[in-house]
């Protein structure tokens, strides 16, 4: 048969051709095989042709309206309701707090710097994605062999991730499907890269099994006749429990529409939304490592402190002529890293090489040439930046140099996911040009800035001129 789908579908057939194990139901390379068949639209090893069906079985099915509609698409579809499918989702949590543990720039600098990378490079790399750039290919290799080495089953861990498994993978979370088996290695995985690459970092990563079914009609009950469905929902829906999970409506019509759309894939994230709040509380996960300490530094009252948080320091660096910094073991990567997504400089500097430290902060392009690379993929987007002028743009090598065009003043701009959207566009507005003056700086710019949609009573508390 020949069919080509998406790569959602893609991994929910590749999960049903694996099985719920740890071993592969199907050879490897019929797998593979029908990763590509499906990715390109070409034929598809008759083996696997019936995984195929089920998933587009899966695709076009209308919501059952009532109880008895349900049970009948359980007998109708057997391998929908007995096989299973793992979700993982997981994070850093108290970004800020890592972040902003330190007061130098270059740490803060490093600190986010290093998170990115695990973000957007590490955990991605897990699932075989290809890295936006070949700067990272180095990177991504020791970042599969270390996920193979830590997590060695009785299959390779890497054979079961492919890169159509990722739903999404930015802002600081992942989640993604898996093969059943392997739902809680791959959480695992997520909070121990963490703390193995930033030492002091919270993270939580929670993994779930369900079935396929699940995924198009949310959590069912093993014994489908108690699952509470529409039926249920038409008399009960005033009630104040159901409310409390469907929310209120003062129409039946208004209800059941709602009911359709709850039951879906949102009420399988919301369940492991609250396992992940449960685990990042300190609450157990079994067959899991607990999670109910974190990370700490023993310290003694004669040692050397680090200037942020009072860890025990491991090194000190002279910065200028008679200042010395100490750096703790944490502090010392967050500078590392720091320093190299400034400058892109790889070869590590004198200081660090005395501490025998033998940790690599990898791969880490620095912004200013991610954003030269930008402006060359995007020529237009260039000639608004540079006014149509042939300037050389150097980076500043610190905030007195960057004062310097600007009689002596810094903007600082704090982006917040609540209130970003709605600070940051008012505030493009008011910015004609770049460096303080057409004569100090770039040139005049215009922007070409779109309509946004900002909820009212955001606006009602920013007017109020306070964040906390």
Known sequence: MTMKMHSTSIAIAWCLGWGEGKEPKHNLDILQQMRQALSDGREVPQEVAYIVYAVKDLENLKFPKTLSELKQLTEKHPILWNSKIGLVYGGATKIKQ????????????????????????????????????????????????????NFANEHNILDALI???????????????????????????????????TITANSCAVGETFRLLETRLGILRDNI?????????????????????????????????????????????????????????????????????????????????????????????????????????????????????????????????????????????????????????????????????????????????LSKVSNGYVAYIYADGNYAKALIWPGLRQIHALGGSKSAGLGWLSWELPEIQVDETVWQFLAKGRLG
Not at 167 to 196: Q, V
Request: proline share 6%.
């Open 163 to 197: 890169p159509e498994l990722i739903i999404y993978s930015t802002g600081g979370n992942i989640l993604a499907y898996c093969p059943a088996a392997f739902a809680d290695d791959i959480a695992n995985a997520i909070e121990k890269r963490y703390t193995e690459e």
């Open 225 to 401: 006749d108690e699952t509470f469905w529409l039926e249920k929902y038409r008399q009960s829906y005033n009630d104040s429990l159901v409310e409390a999970k469907f929310g209120k409506y003062d129409s039946e019509e208004e209800a059941v529409e709602v009911f359709d759309k709850r039951k879906s894939f949102n009420e399988l994230t919301t369940k492991l939304a609250i396992r992940f709040n449960q685990r990042r509380s300190g609450n157990d996960t079994p067959n899991r490592p607990s999670r109910c300490y974190p990370p700490m530094c023993e310290t003694h009252p004669y040692l050397r402190r680090d200037e942020g948080e009072k860890r025990s320091a491991i090194t000190k660096v002279a910065q200028r002529p008679g200042e010395v910094a100490y750096f703790s073991e944490s502090t010392v990567r967050k500078r590392r890293v720091g320093d190299r997504a400034k400058t892109g400089e790889s070869e590590s500097p004198k200081w660090y090489e005395e501490t025998k430290l033998e940790w690599e902060p990898g791969i880490v392009q620095a912004w200013f040439d991610k954003f030269e690379e930008f402006l060359r993929n995007n020529s237009e987007q260039k000639h608004k930046y540079y006014d149509y002028k042939s300037i050389e743009v150097k980076f500043p090598q610190s905030l007195t140099h």
């Open 98 to 149: 890592y972040v902003f543990e330190e007061s130098k720039l270059p740490d803060i600098r490093g600190a986010s710097a290093l998170l990115d990378r695990i973000n957007l490079i590490d955990f991605p790399t897990f699932f075989g994605k290809k890295p936006p750039s070949n700067l990272y290919t180095i990177q991504c290799g020791k970042v599969r062999q270390w996920l193979n080495n």
